[in-house]
């Protein structure tokens, strides 16, 4: 088994925080992780990404080859074209359709829902919108990871152990709050796929 | 014990907290800065004592630690790439007087120049100085590199120059860790006059580091790190140092690769392990993260022997960092690059943040510079070099810390007038004192703008030596105090602001305007924990 992920939003719009918890529930299946991050000038709000790597077996480079990444995923929609020459040609998009405007020439709206709407495998959904709807706007980011989810090939019940443990701290509200979202994000993933 | 993932660079401090190291210094700067941080926020820290701290600059950083090698205890301190050039004097020298306790000198490299002015290769400045250099391909590599490294600086009484890039200082991985070694005990070196650099002594001292070249090539042959791997395909051989090996073998099934291998983590290069794989192969392939060093020590200025392929060749580009990709194409496989990028996708650069003092001085700056031709403006290394892009096009040079100073100087003596210096803080401490000196004695007419944020702001808001003594400095310095003006840069102060502004710029002379607002990073950062504190009293209460 081996999943290569990248993840792709904007400087501050945490997708660190994703990985955090894929990474945690891979530790805990017993997998091997590499995860390549970006630190220094481009987290001030210019693009970002992470390279995430797991797999049941030694992992060697640190960078996914270009064209096997087996997914992407992005809190931002133009971000989650960039990263297309990293895909592999049957692997997911999934996608934020909220975009985070801080560019004068940002794309105009329709003509990026179309592109992505392009892409042969792909799932797009407002994650803001909808961790909004859950009372909760900064969960958008485990609906997104909940959207994933299905493509993940970790355990779902994983995923939700993983949440709990990072969330702990901050109470028992924002740990249910982000099991809402995670399975708010799954369940538009389902009907999309169906 | 159970493994720890960590980043690269988290796995050398780690190293470093393992290894029995007593004290690290540093300058914070992108790839390097999470070393220090991570002993810094370790409980080991303080449950063993180790002293970590920033220093003004790469240089006193090294200094230190060359200071607390003599002391006899193992030290490490930690730069990026172009702080290493800060550090050189101190760097080149150490190779001279040697260590006694063991000295790791961590340079982060930055190919593709993430987040830097320039990719130099630090291995050039290892090889310069003759010291030996550590490459580690991975992150248990970088922390088990920090143990070996230690050991090899106290057998050989030598600093170890370990040279890490941007993909392993950020990357995260499983590392194993060791027992806790302890700590050295305080020690002086056995000849009292090693440290000593004068004529005599540095030219015995310089003859007994050339004496010692062929001991450093005898460890680098019987090196741990590195591996000559045999397989039967001769007609290439492949040289991999560092993460290039990772890249080599992600291109195989099962990590099999055809070719002999010589990977290489240690040097100076192994020669007879290099010519044992250059005798059995047709041609050579040199895989190297960075600038072709290996593969200009084997074309040689007449490169009149066997076929050598790498970045002079254009087998692998000249410049930028490796991946995969860059090496399946120089073996002759499949390019399996996907689909476009859609027209459509633009650039985002980075910027200054929502509510950053910076957008106010430079907004300010250009309208009291607006009577005059643009042009006349150079910055310094930070945030504030954000103030070359759109929307504020506000500065016309960033070169390297504390040039904006110097620069301005020598425009100002050129005629060029008014001339601007913007220089941050932590910037103005690290190197533009000097520099500010050296325009007062020549009592230049520059307008030097230090954007006092009160931190080290780009590299994540570390402690800034700056903090509450610039006006002081100046003064000390001999700016005239009627020529330091502090700004609050806000709008509501605009006029007040303004009218500062166009004044010293007028002035004949140097004056030093200071704009002081905190970092908006560190100010919310500041209120998150402190409104965490008062939650935590208030429960205990």
Redesign the interface.
Known sequence: MKKDIILAGVGGQGILSIAAIIGTAALKAGLHLKQAEVHGMSQRGGDVQSNLRISDRDIASDLIPFGKADMIISVEPMESLRYLPMLSPDGWLVTNTKPYINIRNYPEMDKLLAEIELQPRHISLDADEIARNLGSPKSANMVILGAASPFLSIDYLELQEAIRNIFRKKGDDVVQVNLDALQAGRDVSEKQMN | MQKL?L?GDEAIAQGGIDAGMSGIYAYPG??S??ITEYVMHSKEDKSLNIIASWGANEKTAMETALGMSYAGKRTMVCMKHVGLNVAADAFVNSAITGANGGLIVVAADDPSM??SQNEQDSRFFGKFALIPILEPGNQQEAYDMVHYGFELSEKFRIPVLMRITT??A?????VERREIRKQNALKLPENLKQFILLPANARRQYKNLLNNQPAFVDSSEKSPFNILIDHPDKKMGIIACG?AY??L???FED?HVPHPVLRIGQYPVPEQMINNLYESCDTILVLEDGAPMIEELLRGILNKGKTIKGRLDGTVPRDGEL???IV?LALGLA????????S??????????KGCPHIYSYNALNEALSEFYKGRVFSDIG?YT?GAL?PFDAINSCVDMGASITMAKGAADAGLLPSVAVIGDSTFTHSGMTGLLDAVNANSTITVMILDNGTTG???GQDSAAVGKIEGICEALGVHKDHIRILNPLQKYHEENLAIMKEEIAYKGVSVIIPRRECIQTLTRRMREEKKKQATDKAEA
């Open positions: 993932l980043l992108t790839p800065t999470e993430h987040s993909r392993l950020h990357s995260r991985s499983g993460l990772n890249y073998i992600e291109n990590h991946n995969p990709n399946a390019d399996t690059r996907g689909r476009d990028i859609p459509l996708v633009t650039s985002r650069p980075p910027s200054l943040c945030c954000l759109e780009m590299t994540g």
